[in-house]
């Protein structure tokens, strides 16, 4: 079975500072990995995919991660921290076939003014 | 292009009853997932449905059922409520089969179970 961990389940950064989330995955197969961010009362919004077309995924609002099959990592970054990346942010694998997401069980990233 | 809508948004119920959830999915989109997410946890799968039939089921119990109508619209019901059904309940249309596809998510619906 496929499964995420999310290390970290808070993280604190100054407005500015480098944003680091880190996600390492356990597939038997080569995986699919996402990234999702979710507001307060809002439901998720993908922020970059990995889809095995390149190791480094570029997504919105200025989010990247690399995948590192050696280290089983998707580790999400962003140079500078912005007041509004707040939020809950989900590493997910999916199940090869059928769009089935397992998700991690979340970083809240808290950004300091 | 209307995005993924649920109803309701909130609903409190007691312990024993039944609930049914509704989804709109992402026009263009044919396939329907729905996740449970209990507070301070990640979404996890419940079941999938694509072009009305059930395509895949997490861990959950029968008593947890759903149904997908022609035009993709969805429905999860819930019989026997319990304390622990409690949750955001997300729905997330797709365009087809593959495990890259995006999945679009609704806003979701918080049930609360006294």
């Known amino acids: 079975a496929q499964s995420v961990t999310q290390l970290g389940s808070h993280v604190s950064v100054s407005e500015g500072a480098l944003v680091l989330l880190r996600c390492n995955y356990s597939s038997s197969v080569p995986p699919y990995l996402f990234w999702y961010v979710q507001y307060p009362n809002q439901g998720l919004q993908l922020l970059l995919k990995?889809?095995?077309?390149?190791?480094l995924v570029k997504g919105i609002n200025g989010f990247e991660a690399e995948f590192k099959k050696s280290e089983t990592s998707f580790h999400l970054t962003k140079p500078s921290a912005h007041m509004s990346d707040a939020a809950e942010y989900f590493c997910?694998?999916?199940?090869?076939?059928?769009?089935?997401?397992?998700f991690g069980t979340g970083t809240r990233l808290t950004i300091i003014p | 292009e209307t995005g993924v809508t649920q109803s309701p948004t909130h609903l409190i119920k007691t312990r024993g009853q039944q609930v049914t959830l509704r989804c709109s999915s992402q026009s263009g989109h044919n396939t329907v997932s729905w996740y449970q997410q209990a507070l301070g946890q990640g979404p996890q799968f419940i079941f999938q449905y694509y072009r009305e039939e059930e395509n895949g089921r997490g861990n959950f119990p029968p008593r947890f059922s759903g149904l997908q109508f022609p035009n993709y619209s969805s429905e999860l019901n819930v019989n026997a409520l319990e304390l622990d059904d409690s949750a955001l309940y997300l729905c997330?249309?797709?365009?087809?089969?593959?495990?890259?596809?995006?999945?679009?998510f609704g806003p979701g619906t918080r049930l609360t179970v006294l």
């Open positions: 990995y889809t095995s077309a390149a190791t």
């Open positions: 997330a249309s797709s365009n087809g089969q593959g495990a890259y596809n995006e999945q679009f």
């Open positions: 997910a694998v999916s199940d090869g076939g059928n769009e089935k997401l397992t």
